[in-house]
């Protein structure tokens, strides 16, 4: 008789994953593997409050990479995070102006981000004014990534920094109500600015507006809101003292 050939027994173990230094290396999920190093290149997806701690972000995932394994131990790099498709529809309301744009930029240490930026104004605005939001986002935007590494530009945009100071350029312009990046993400592309202007730039020429205009429209924008109110709050007592009458009668 044929001896029974022996049958190798494979013990898995529960594996954890770490989350970049950029997230204090937190514990951000584990994995039952038999080894390892099968770790690598796998995928995580983590809710952004996990992470900071933060109610406001729980819109946010975010997705890292694990790249490395090490005593036992997977850790994960950064690849890109999002807004859910729900979150943005509920900031954009009735008489206000959604903006979006995507567009290619390098840090200091020469890590490509794409990024996708919302902008909603507080009333409607002309397709040229969104043209000049647009322009004055990215420049902005750009500005600020080349002087400074990616955890820097990470931790800027979670405590919310680059987003305020970036609305406080736009204001300048035209009534913003709110200014976030809804997606951003690591591209693995070379990258120069002469390639990014070319391939970013629209496929219709936008009207341009000089300052004069802009000013006009944020004004007038402006002067019909506070018209508005001020309707509104004639109105009121108007109305109560016809109740009042006919109370009376």
């Known amino acids: 008789m044929a001896e029974k050939a022996a049958t190798k027994i494979i013990r898995k173990r529960w594996v954890p994953i770490l989350a970049p230094k950029l997230f204090h290396e937190r514990v951000i999920g584990e994995s039952y593997v038999a080894d390892p190093e099968q770790l690598r ?21 975010v997705q890292f990479s694990i790249s490395d394994v090490k005593e036992g131990k997977g850790h994960a790099s950064f690849k890109g995070y999002a807004y859910s498709p729900n979150a943005i529809k509920r900031l954009v309301r009735r008489g206000r102006e959604k903006v979006d744009d995507s567009f290619l930029c390098k840090t200091q240490d020469s890590v490509v981000l794409r990024v996708k930026p919302i902008i909603v104004t507080s009333a409607r605005a002309h397709r040229s004014l969104q043209g000049l939001l647009r322009r004055n986002f990215r420049k902005k935007f750009k500005e ?6 990616f955890e820097q530009v990470m931790r800027e945009i979670l405590e919310n920094k680059i987003q305020s100071a970036i609305k406080g ?9 709110i200014v976030d ?9 070379e990258y120069t600015e002469k390639e990014n202007l070319t391939m970013e730039l629209p496929k219709k020429s936008e009207e ?6 802009v000013e006009g ?9 506070e018209t508005e109110m001020e309707e509104a709050v004639e109105e009121s007592p108007k109305k ?10």
Do not use: A, C, W, Y
Request: hydrophobic share 35%; aromatic share 4%.
């Open 144 to 149: 600020i990534v080349q002087k400074e590494t």
């Open 41 to 61: 290149g796998r995928s995580v997806f983590v809710n952004m409050m996990v992470l900071t701690g933060d109610p406001k972000k729980q819109q946010v995932q």
């Open 169 to 177: 350029l736009l204001h300048k312009f035209f009534p913003i109500r």
């Open 240 to 249: 109560k003292s016809t109740k009042s009458k006919k109370s009376s009668e």
């Open 181 to 189: 990046i809804r997606t951003l993400k690591i591209e693995p592309i």
């Open 217 to 225: 429209e944020s004004q007038e924008v402006e002067e019909g809101i």
């Open 208 to 213: 341009l507006l000089d300052e004069e205009q």
